[in-house]
């Protein structure tokens, strides 16, 4: 544990961490007798199981004098009246309960020789898991589950936020996706889950355990959190360790899944949020749920609408692209595009060597502006022509291209509603239907454009045709002119139709339900200045009206300046439509097969089809071979419980022994063009069995060792099989790279290592990745003197194999490889001659990950009230790509690329009924990394971030009237963001860069219906 602590010395810190010990607290919320709430609790001593219920429910529980606090009480799992808990709780012990005020409840012996002899009575625990589908068996693979009254408690206000929260969390796409290095325009208004920094495509995201539509903008491999509807969302049920054997592909890394509420009785939540942050991102919400019953069924729905604000870059404070003063280097454009513009001489061909020194001298040429000539002076009168004096080097000012918006602005509709009905007495059935959309504009920065001006523009007096590289940065402050915007509207729809059944013989359950969900989405990025009409404008001889691009934009007509704007059209510009589809069907059986010594052996089989297809139009549309993929999958799945050693046969430190095996087989079939676009389509299949074992070791019944072993898989995203081929173009480097290492001769063909062209391309022969992962823990939840402790710890195990990698990554590390690997190179089909370099995406690497995971709780009452602590963090020993097994693996722990070495966050949370607050501490740890460059610039010495840490406050008080009031502060501190020496100054993924932010809840119960 001692490196959990790395960085935590320097006083400031301590002195922080001591006062946050003093003042915080999670709010728990209360609760009328008759409304039902989710209870989690596992079989531990009644003392405990008391203080967790109080908890979860909002309600007071003491116990009377003489009350023993170490009665066994049995688990307790699902929804509750109080009184139906405290009843199942309490059955066989010799307590009972009674209300001593509208809030509080007493716990005294009914009969005090009864309640005696059921202190030592041996009950066997009984736990609902998540991670498996099997019933009361306990859990062998490290779960956390995080209910909506924690999330809000610390100041939590979307799924995004949820999942950043993680400390096994590492998202590269975020609310600032429009910084991160590794996203795209696509990915604007969408967040995504990355557990563990193995890919987006590596962590499976349900909803009430079920798949949904992946977003079109990760080629359908990811969900895009931003459509689970956040005020329907009761708890969040994490499994950090591979799934593949129980939810199928995908779920390398682990699962998340949002549990999103049910029925409950007579009960109606309205609720209005506001948020003010330094940096903008001011977001409004409002939330509205309701739900009631009858007897045989119950109606939950929620919706919730909100608007969030831009955060501005000037406010981050990213004014200039100009580091040195910092210790990075000057990332301005020196000169080319300028404000006002910088002046070229005519359009000629340009030998690559004057840009790029890699290129021989005088063999490639590219059609562009002459030399450059300077500058001009910003106050000069651009009403007049200019003159060649008046252009001049000292007047190039370079120029920091900064994007105006640093996120979205973004306005989010999501609704969500469920029915339960009972049909007879032993089926019910039920109905889910969801709703969201989210609109999103980001501001990018001006738009720029290298125009030539003839020597006849009115403004041009030089005599000469001139080549002016403009940035219209005037014209857009002034608003005659938009900033480059990127707009997205995204949409999705998802409907459940399900049953339960109990079955006519012992214990067994039928289960089975139809899932469908569609997304659609509309992205425009391209949008810009109008060529013809732009020119048109140049060529102008009106003074009045013609385009002058000799000043600040000032002087300029404004009707000319505004009709240049227009929407892309071209095919490979114009907005991308994407619509995503996906339809699933799930039977499954589970219950007792036989009796053991240590109880019932538990058994689930079940059948699962999927069918997704996706249709692009647009311009994603032409990056791929095919508009219309589709995937289908068969999967059957079974999942087995066997209880060795339980309460008839437990023996001295083995309390109970349980082992769990499962295995799921699926079929993938994807529809594509595999040939060729010219090729018609046909069908490959990917077929592949994931097993699971484990075992839950209760040596006491408060102490539970854990260890599982799996396999898992990821099949190919739609990019990694049917990328359009990219037209080549030259590198200039590709060749004297392969002759370092040696090779001067082809090894293939036997010719000379020549410069080609290079240009990417998609790979129909990629194979599926395949994950070995191993986990093991334990649980401790102790008696006596420190009861209300929680304590867990995690080791998990991910190595990866056939890992989907650039083949492009072998040239620098192996080119004898990487020449030989098929379809790396485009070849003469009868010479064998290289006629283009490629990069395809091949199966050939491996990756790995090594982490420890620990999460503590602490719940105690004193006269000030009811008391928690906790913590929650993980330290990843290791995370690794290894290209070869010839070749050293290369690490991305505590580095840039890579998830933190150590992240955390603790809190302490204090609560007395009608009053809460909860302090809380976010750590991330100090790492490395390479910095960028700019072309030309010496190369640096690697370079490290210092640790990152804020803190939260949140306080909340309700009154008597069901009216509660919410407030708190993120990033207290206001806490600046750690430097770093690349292109963008700071780490988008690792900080909040809304600065400090605060925000006030007030909601509202009602019983109207």
Do not use: C
């Not at 946050?20 to 709010?27: D, E, F």
């Not at 709430?37 to 079989?43: G, H, T």
């Not at 000037?314 to 300028?338: A, I, L, M, P």
């Not at 502060?969 to 020496?981: A, H, K, Q, W």
């Amino acid at each position: 544990m001692k490196n959990l602590t790395t960085g935590l010395k320097r006083t400031r810190l301590v002195a922080a961490i001591t006062a946050g010990l003093v003042i915080s607290s999670v709010s728990a919320f209360a609760s009328d007798p008759q409304n039902k709430v989710e209870i989690n609790l596992d079989a531990q001593k009644v003392g405990t199981a008391l203080l967790k219920l109080s908890k979860q429910s909002g309600y007071q529980i003491i116990l009377a004098d003489g009350v023993s606090r170490d009665i066994d009480v049995p688990a307790l799992s699902g929804e509750y009246r109080l009184s139906d808990a405290l009843n199942g709780i309490l059955k066989g012990t010799g307590l009972t309960y009674e209300y001593m005020s509208e809030d509080m409840v007493m716990i005294r012996a009914d009969d005090p020789a009864e309640a005696e002899r059921a202190e030592a009575k041996d009950v066997v625990e009984e736990v609902v898991v998540t991670g498996s589908r099997l019933r009361n068996v306990s859990p062998t693979q490290p779960t956390t589950v995080i209910t909506m009254d924690q999330i809000k408690a610390q100041g939590i206000n979307s799924v995004e936020d949820i999942v950043r929260s993680l400390p096994q969390n590492y998202s590269d796409v975020t609310l600032t996706s429009a910084l991160d290095n590794s996203s795209s325009v696509g990915t604007l208004g969408r967040a995504a889950a990355n557990l563990r920094g193995l890919g987006t495509d590596g962590t499976l995201v349900l909803v009430n355990g079920r798949r949904v539509a992946g977003s079109t903008a990760f080629s359908g491999s990811t969900v895009n959190l931003n459509t689970i509807p956040f005020a329907a969302i009761d708890r969040v049920e994490v499994v950090t360790d591979g799934a593949s054997a129980i939810y199928g592909a995908d779920a390398v890394a682990g699962v998340i899944n949002f549990i999103l509420r049910k029925g409950y009785d007579a009960e109606e939540v309205t609720s209005v949020r506001y948020e003010a942050a330094r940096n903008g991102g001011d977001k409004l919400r409002f939330e509205q749920s309701f739900g009631f019953s009858w007897g045989s069924g119950n109606m939950a729905g929620a919706a919730s609408y909100e608007e969030i604000k831009p955060v501005i870059n000037k406010k981050v404070g990213w004014t200039t692209s100009d580091f040195r003063s910092q210790g990075g280097n000057d990332w301005r454009s020196q000169d080319r595009f300028s404000w006002p513009g910088a002046i070229n001489g005519p359009i000629g061909l340009v030998d690559y060597n004057e840009l790029y020194p890699f290129y021989p001298p005088g063999l490639y040429f590219f059609e562009g502006p002459g030399p450059v000539l300077g500058g001009i002076d910003p106050n000069r009168d651009s009403t007049q022509p200019l003159t060649l004096d008046e252009i001049s080097m000292d007047y190039l000012e370079p120029y920091s291209p900064i994007d105006e918006h640093a996120s979205d602005s973004r306005n989010a509709l999501s609704v969500s509603f469920r029915v339960d009905q009972d049909i007879t007495e032993t089926v019910s059935g039920y109905m889910e239907l969801n709703y969201g959309r989210n609109k999103s504009d980001a501001f990018r920065g001006a738009l720029g454009e290298t125009i030539e001006v003839p020597e006849t523009n009115p403004f041009n007096g030089t005599g000469d045709s001139l080549v002016v590289q403009y940035v219209f940065d005037g014209e857009s402050e002034l608003g005659m002119l938009p900033y480059s915007t990127v707009t997205t509207d995204s949409k999705n729809i998802g409907a459940v139709l399900g049953f339960d059944a109990e079955l006519p013989f012992s214990n067994w359950k039928a289960e089975g339900y139809v899932n469908h969900s569609i997304e659609s989405s509309y992205t425009r990025a391209f949008d810009g200045l109008n060529d013809d009409l732009l020119a048109q404008a140049v060529a102008d001889t009106n003074p009045d009206t013609a385009f002058n691009p000799f000043g600040d934009g000032s002087t300029q007509n404004s009707e000319t300046i505004s009709s240049l704007y227009f929407v892309a059209n071209d095919e490979y510009a114009k907005p991308t439509i994407t619509d995503g589809e996906a339809t699933q069907v799930n039977l499954s059986a589970n219950g007792d097969l036989f009796a053991l010594p240590g109880g019932d052996v538990s058994a689930v089989i079940g059948i699962d089809w999927r069918k997704e297809s996706r249709e692009y139009d647009g311009y994603i549309g032409t990056q791929l071979l095919t508009r219309n993929p589709e995937r289908d999958t068969e999967a059957v799945f079974t999942e087995i419980n066997i209880p060795v050693i339980g309460a008839d046969n437990r023996l001295p430190l083995v309390e109970s022994f349980e082992i769990r095996a499962a295995a799921r087989w699926e079929e993938y079939s994807i529809t594509g063009p595999f040939d060729g676009d010219e090729a018609p389509e046909r069908e490959v299949t990917y077929t592949n069995t994931s097993p699971s074992y484990g075992f839950a070791w209760h040596l006491t019944p408060e102490f539970k060792i854990r260890a599982n072993k799996g396999e898992s898989f990821k099949v190919p995203r739609l990019d990694n099989l049917f990328t359009f081929p990219v037209d080549p173009y030259i590198v200039g480097y590709i060749a004297s790279t392969i002759n370092s290492q040696g090779i001067t001769t082809d090894p293939v063909s036997g010719l000379p290592i020549v410069e080609r062209p290079f240009g990417s391309a998609g790979n129909p022969y990629v194979r599926p990745e395949l994950s070995d992962n191993t986990s093991y823990g334990f649980d401790w939840t102790p008696s006596g003197m420190l009861e209300g402790l929680t304590f867990s710890a995690s080791y998990v195990e991910i190595e990866t194999r056939d890992v989907i990698n650039s083949s492009f990554s072998l040239l620098s590390r192996d080119a004898y490889l990487y020449l030989t690997t098929p379809g790396s190179v485009d070849r003469d089909p009868d010479t064998g001659e290289i006629t283009t370099y490629r990069s395809r995406p091949v199966n050939f690497a491996f990756e790995g990950v090594k982490a420890v995971d620990v999460n503590v709780s602490y719940i105690f009452d004193n006269d000030w009230g009811s008391f928690e602590y906790g913590f929650a963090g993980t330290y990843t020993k290791e995370q690794y790509t290894q290209f070869l097994e010839t070749l050293p693996r290369e690490y991305r722990d505590n580095d840039l690329r890579g998830p933190d070495r150590v992240k955390f966050r603790q809190w302490l949370a204090w609560n007395n009924g009608s009053y809460g607050s909860t302090l809380t501490m976010n750590y991330s740890d100090s790492y490395g990394y390479q910095p960028e460059v700019p072309f030309g610039d010496p190369q640096r010495d690697r370079t490290s971030v210092e640790e990152y840490v804020t803190f939260d406050w949140t306080g909340h008080y309700k009154m008597d009237n069901g009216l509660k009031f919410t407030g708190g502060i993120r990033n207290v501190l206001n806490e600046s963001f750690p430097f770093i020496m690349n292109r963008t100054p700071f780490d988008p993924r690792r900080v909040d860069i809304k600065g400090r932010t605060m925000f006030l809840e007030v909601t509202k119960n009602f019983d109207l219906i």
